[in-house]
C-alpha cells in the first residue's frame, strides 16, 4: 500500500473511532448539561448496555435492532436509578462538585464491579456480528458493521439536536441547565429533567455499547477507556455541548488513528489525553466555549 | 510472620503517601486523582538510576523524591488554575499519560516487562531486604512524614491553606498569593507520594506499569477521604483499613476468579456510601459550612 492509501484507511478508522467516542460523548454531555459534574457512572451503564444487548442477542431471536433497543432500556433505567441512589441525596444537601464526582466513580465500580460478578471478565464476542465483510469506499476498506456504529452516531447527535433545539422538553432542559431558580419559577420540575436528561442520555449510552461490542467485544470493563475517551471529547468539544461532544470525538478519533502513521499504535492513548490535558491547561472551556467558568478565583478568566 | 510485616510495609508504605496526599486533598481542599503518578515517577527514576548510574538505593530514593516534586511543581503550576472538578480530571489525565508513556516507552521502561532485579536497602554491611527490616525503615519514613505533616498543619502556613480551602477570594483580599500557596503544597504532596513510591520500587525490587495505577489513584483519594478530610491520622486511618481489608477477604476463601470483584464491589459501594453518609470521612470535621 502507499503512504496515501494507508493515511486514507487510517483517517477511515479515526472517523469510525470517532463514530464511537461520539455515540458515548453525546449522552455524558447531555447528562453533564443537566447536573453540572462529570458522571463516571457513564461509562459502566455502556458496558452494562453491552451485555443486556448481548444477552439479547443470543437467548431470544430478536435480532440487532430489537437486542440495541433492549440495551438502550437497561441502559436508561441503570442512569435513572444511579442518579436515584447516589447522586439525588447529594443534590439535596448541596454537596462541593468533588462529593458526585467520587459518588459516581464509586457508582461505576460497583456496576463494572457487578457486571463483572455476573457475567465473568473473560471478553466475549458477538457472534452474529462478525465476520462483516468490507467493502471500498474510496479511500479505504470500511465493513458494514462500522457504517453501522457510524450512522448510528450519526442519528443519535441529530435526534438529541431536534429534541433539544425543536420541542417543549428540550426547552425545559435548556432553561434547568442555563438556570435552576428561573427554570422551577416558571414551573418546571427540575428533579424531573435531570431524570429525563439520565434517561435519554443513558438510553444512548446503552445502545452505544451494544453497537459498539458489534464491532469490537464484550468485556466488563469496557466502560473505562470508553469513558476516558468520551470525557476527553466532551472537554474538547465543550463540556455540556452535544455538537462538541461530536466533534471532539471525531478529532480524537482521527488524531489518534492518524498518529499511528508516525508512532507504534500503543501511543494511541498518550495522543487521546495527551490532547485532554493540552486542552485542559490552554482552553479549559473547550473548542465551543461554554458560559461555564472552569478557573478558580485565582486563576483569571 | 513475615506475611504480617509484608501487610505492615504494605501500611506504611501506603500512608507514607496518603499523608501526601491528605495535605493536598483534605487540608488545601485540592482533588488530586493522579498522585499514584507522582509516585510511579519517582520509583521509575529510582530504579533507573540505581540500574543504570549503579548508584546507591538511598540516593535512588533521594532522586526519585526530588524528581516527584519536581512533577509536581510543574502539575501543580499548570493545572492548579482549573476549578476543583476539571483540576480532578486533568490530573486524572496526567496520570493516565503516565501510566501510556511508562508502558510504550520500552526503550527507557521495558515497557509492561517492568524494571526487575533491582537492588535493596542496605546498611553498611547489612541488607535491609528482610520483612522486619523493611518494615522499620518504612515505619520511620512513615514516622518522618508523619511529624512533617503535623508541623505544615500547625504552621501559619498550613493555616493559610485552610482558609484557602474554605474561602481563597477571602484570603486573597488579604493580600495572599493564593497560587502559590496551592503549588507549594502539591509540590510537598508529590515528594511524599515520592518518597512512598521509591521505597515501594525497593520493597519489591521490581516495578512495573501496574506498580502504580490510575486506580491507585483513586484508591489513595478513597483512603484519605474514608479515614477523613483534612485530620493528621486520617490517612493513616484509611491506609491502614483499605490495605488489610482486602486480606480478611483472602481468608473467605472466594474463588480467584471472582475474589478481585468482590474486592472491588466492596471499594465501589463503601466510596458511595461514604458520600452520602458522611463525605468528611470517619476522623473528618464538619466543616464551618457548605464548601463551594
Known amino acids: 500500500?502507499?503512504?496515501?492509501?494507508?493515511?486514507?484507511?487510517?483517517?477511515?478508522?479515526?472517523?469510525?473511532?470517532g463514530g464511537i467516542y461520539s455515540l458515548v460523548a453525546v449522552g455524558f454531555a447531555l447528562i453533564y448539561r443537566a447536573v453540572r459534574f462529570f458522571n463516571f457512572a457513564h461509562g459502566a451503564v455502556v458496558a452494562l448496555g453491552a451485555f443486556v444487548g448481548y444477552a439479547v442477542l443470543h437467548y431470544t431471536n430478536g435480532g440487532v435492532v430489537l437486542s440495541a433497543f433492549a440495551a438502550g432500556c437497561a441502559g436508561s433505567l441503570a442512569?435513572?436509578?444511579?442518579?436515584?441512589?447516589?447522586?439525588r441525596p447529594l443534590r439535596r444537601r448541596g454537596s462541593p462538585a468533588l462529593v458526585y464526582l467520587l459518588a459516581s466513580f464509586g457508582s461505576f465500580i460497583v456496576l463494572q464491579s457487578v457486571l463483572a460478578l455476573a457475567f465473568g471478565d473473560r471478553p466475549l464476542l458477538v457472534q452474529a456480528a462478525s465476520p462483516s465483510r468490507g467493502f471500498h469506499v474510496?479511500?479505504?476498506?470500511?465493513?458494514?458493521?462500522?457504517?453501522?456504529?457510524?450512522?448510528?452516531?450519526?442519528?443519535?447527535?441529530?435526534?438529541?439536536?431536534?429534541?433539544?433545539?425543536?420541542?417543549?422538553?428540550?426547552l425545559a432542559l435548556r432553561a434547568t441547565a442555563d438556570d435552576t431558580?428561573?427554570?422551577?419559577?416558571?414551573?418546571i420540575d427540575p428533579e424531573r429533567m435531570i431524570a429525563v436528561a439520565f434517561a435519554i442520555g443513558s438510553f444512548i449510552a446503552g445502545?452505544?455499547?451494544?453497537?459498539?461490542?458489534?464491532?469490537?467485544?464484550?468485556?466488563?470493563?469496557?466502560?473505562?477507556?470508553?469513558?476516558l475517551k468520551a470525557i476527553t471529547a466532551s472537554v474538547i468539544g465543550g463540556a455540556g455541548s452535544t455538537s462538541g461532544a461530536i466533534l471532539g470525538g471525531m478529532l480524537i478519533g482521527v488524531a489518534e488513528n492518524l498518529g499511528v502513521a508516525w508512532v507504534s499504535a500503543g501511543w494511541k492513548d498518550a495522543i487521546a489525553f495527551g490532547l485532554l490535558v493540552i486542552f485542559l491547561l490552554l482552553r479549559p472551556s473547550g473548542i465551543l466555549a461554554t458560559r461555564d467558568n472552569v478557573r478558580t478565583a485565582s486563576g483569571g478568566s | 510472620m513475615n506475611y504480617l510485616f509484608h501487610l505492615l510495609t504494605s501500611c506504611c508504605l501506603y500512608s507514607i503517601i496518603t499523608v501526601g496526599l491528605n495535605l493536598v486533598v483534605g487540608m488545601a481542599g485540592l482533588p488530586s486523582f493522579g498522585h499514584a503518578a507522582f509516585a510511579a515517577v519517582s520509583s521509575y527514576a529510582a530504579a533507573l538510576t540505581a540500574l543504570h548510574?549503579?548508584?546507591?538505593?538511598?540516593?535512588?530514593?533521594?532522586?526519585?523524591t526530588a524528581v516527584a516534586s519536581l512533577a509536581g511543581a510543574v502539575v501543580g503550576a499548570v493545572s492548579l488554575r482549573l476549578r476543583e472538578d476539571y483540576l480532578a480530571l486533568a490530573t486524572f489525565g496526567i496520570g493516565l499519560l503516565v501510566a501510556s508513556v511508562a508502558r510504550n516507552w520500552t526503550s527507557m521502561t521495558r515497557g509492561p516487562l517492568g524494571l526487575g532485579n533491582l537492588p535493596t536497602l542496605t546498611l553498611g554491611p547489612c541488607s535491609l531486604g528482610s520483612p522486619p527490616a523493611f518494615f522499620a525503615v518504612s515505619a520511620l519514613a512513615l514516622l518522618?512524614?508523619?511529624?512533617?505533616?503535623?508541623?505544615v498543619a500547625a504552621s501559619p502556613f498550613g493555616r493559610v491553606l485552610r482558609a484557602i480551602r474554605e474561602d481563597e477570594i477571602a484570603i486573597m483580599t488579604y493580600g495572599k498569593n493564593t497560587t502559590r500557596y496551592k503549588v507549594t503544597i502539591f509540590t510537598v504532596g508529590a515528594a511524599l507520594a515520592g518518597l512512598g513510591g521509591s521505597l515501594t520500587a525497593f520493597y519489591v525490587q521490581y516495578i512495573s506499569p501496574d506498580t502504580f495505577t490510575v486506580m491507585d489513584s483513586v484508591l489513595l483519594v478513597l483512603m484519605v477521604i474514608l479515614g477523613g478530610m483534612g485530620?493528621?491520622?486520617?490517612?493513616?486511618?484509611?491506609?491502614?483499613?483499605?490495605?488489610?481489608?482486602?486480606?480478611?477477604?483472602?481468608?473467605?476463601?472466594?474463588p480467584a476468579g471472582i475474589a478481585p470483584w468482590a474486592r472491588q464491589l466492596i471499594y465501589g459501594a463503601l466510596l458511595v456510601a461514604l458520600m452520602l453518609r458522611r463525605p468528611q470521612g470517619v476522623l473528618g470535621r464538619v466543616s464551618s459550612g457548605p464548601v463551594r
Open chain 1, 207 to 227: 445502545m452505544g455499547g451494544m453497537l459498539i461490542a458489534l464491532e469490537t467485544r464484550l468485556e466488563p470493563t469496557m466502560g473505562m477507556p470508553l469513558m
Open chain 2, 53 to 64: 548510574l549503579g548508584v546507591s538505593p538511598w540516593i535512588g530514593i533521594l532522586i526519585g
Open chain 1, 181 to 187: 431558580i428561573g427554570a422551577r419559577a416558571v414551573g
Open chain 1, 1 to 17: 500500500m502507499t503512504r496515501t492509501a494507508v493515511l486514507g484507511q487510517l483517517l477511515l478508522n479515526g472517523v469510525v473511532a
Open chain 2, 144 to 151: 518522618a512524614s508523619f511529624l512533617f505533616s503535623y508541623c
Open chain 1, 79 to 87: 442512569g435513572v436509578a444511579i442518579d436515584r441512589v447516589a447522586f
Open chain 1, 138 to 170: 474510496g479511500i479505504g476498506v470500511i465493513t458494514a458493521t462500522q457504517v453501522f456504529v457510524v450512522a448510528a452516531a450519526a442519528c443519535a447527535t441529530a435526534l438529541v439536536h431536534v429534541l433539544l433545539g425543536r420541542t417543549r422538553l428540550g
Open chain 2, 231 to 254: 485530620s493528621l491520622g486520617g490517612p493513616l486511618l484509611g491506609a491502614f483499613v483499605l490495605v488489610l481489608a482486602p486480606e480478611i477477604l483472602r481468608f473467605v476463601g472466594l
